[in-house]
């Protein structure tokens, strides 16, 4: 139990390498996916394209949903972006830094995947297949216009009957793999250089700003773990001290039955310091009310004197 605690606790102090981790993992999960996927194109002309786009364009979407919803950081942006004004004033710095953190990590596993299939090419060609121009490919020279749709439109599946003595077809497979693997190389080119240049471009820009976004963009994340476990913490004992109450009756049965209940005044005071003066509902639900309406200004010395 202990050990699963301490993994517990890594994980809350070290937030951002784990995100990273999910996002690693989030990445190589859309590479397996696509890899075991059976890619079967229709060879229809009215569906090569929606497919073929579709499963380009729809996981990666998913994807990008997914990184979104495992990054802890979406929402306490989202509370930080919403919360009323209060007496602690907001940064649109601080926002915006989260919110480029956030889409650079739920970024990472859309973009593996249209890069890999693009580099993979069956995607394109299904889905271009029937916008090839037919002039380019000798075997579709003494055809008619619905006759060069049709055969267009079988070429990604080589099994096909009209297709398999075709000898343009391989030579749109090749011409359409091609554009494929030209296109996904170019992002991934662009996406490096990019990468490179914000990488050694950024001391250009203001640090002292960057790591003041940094500095309190941890800090607000940080802030409402502790509040949470301090919520959870005084929920534990705020429920003890009522199952206490609720068999004080009861006693006499207890102990018949060898349970140790602590006698009244044992332990009381301590239990009362954790408990924080909050000892109901009400009480609870205020604290909670101004928390969210009223967050104390980011300034120790005002909340001492307070």
């Known amino acids: 139990m202990d050990r699963f605690r301490m993994i517990f606790q890594y994980f809350q102090s070290n937030s951002e390498s784990v995100m990273n981790g999910i996002c690693g993992l989030l990445a190589l999960a859309s590479v397996k996916m696509y890899t075991s996927f059976d890619f079967s194109c229709p060879c229809l002309p009215r569906y090569n394209m929606a497919y073929g786009l579709g499963i380009m364009f729809i996981p990666p979407i998913a994807l990008f949903f997914c990184g979104l919803i495992l990054n802890r950081q979406s929402l306490v942006m ?3 972006w919403r919360r009323p004004q209060g007496r602690r004033k907001k940064d649109a710095a601080v926002i915006r830094y989260m919110c480029s953190s956030i889409m650079q990590r739920a970024m990472v596993a859309p973009i593996v995947w249209i890069v890999v299939t693009l580099l993979d090419g069956k995607c394109l060609i299904c889905a271009f297949s029937g916008s090839v121009d037919p002039e380019k490919f000798v075997g ?5 216009l619905g006759q060069v749709q049709q055969l ?3 070429v990604p599946c080589k099994d096909d009957e009209l297709m398999r003595n075709n000898t343009s077809r391989k030579a749109v497979s090749r011409y359409l793999r091609c554009w494929s693997q ?7 080119l662009i996406l490096i250089v990019a990468a490179f240049l914000a990488r050694w471009l950024r001391p250009c820009f203001n640090q002292v700003a960057l790591l003041q976004a940094r500095h309190w963009s941890n800090y607000i994340d940080i802030e409402q773990k502790i509040f949470e476990e301090t919520c959870c913490e005084h929920s534990r004992l705020f429920a003890h001290k009522c199952i206490l109450h609720f068999f004080e009756s009861m006693q006499e049965e207890i102990k018949l039955h060898s349970f140790n209940l602590p006698r009244e005044g044992e332990g009381a005071e301590g239990e009362e310091d954790l408990l924080r003066g909050i ?3 009400d009480q609870m639900n205020k604290l909670l009310k101004m928390w969210y309406y009223e967050k104390p200004p980011l ?3 005002q909340v001492t004197q307070r």
Do not use: K, M, Y
């Open 78 to 80: 989202l509370e930080e």
């Open 140 to 144: 579709f020279a003494n055809a008619s």
């Open 152 to 154: 267009l439109a079988r």
């Open 182 to 188: 030209a296109l996904g190389w170019s992002i991934l």
């Open 279 to 281: 000892t109901d509902q």
């Open 299 to 301: 300034d120790v010395n």
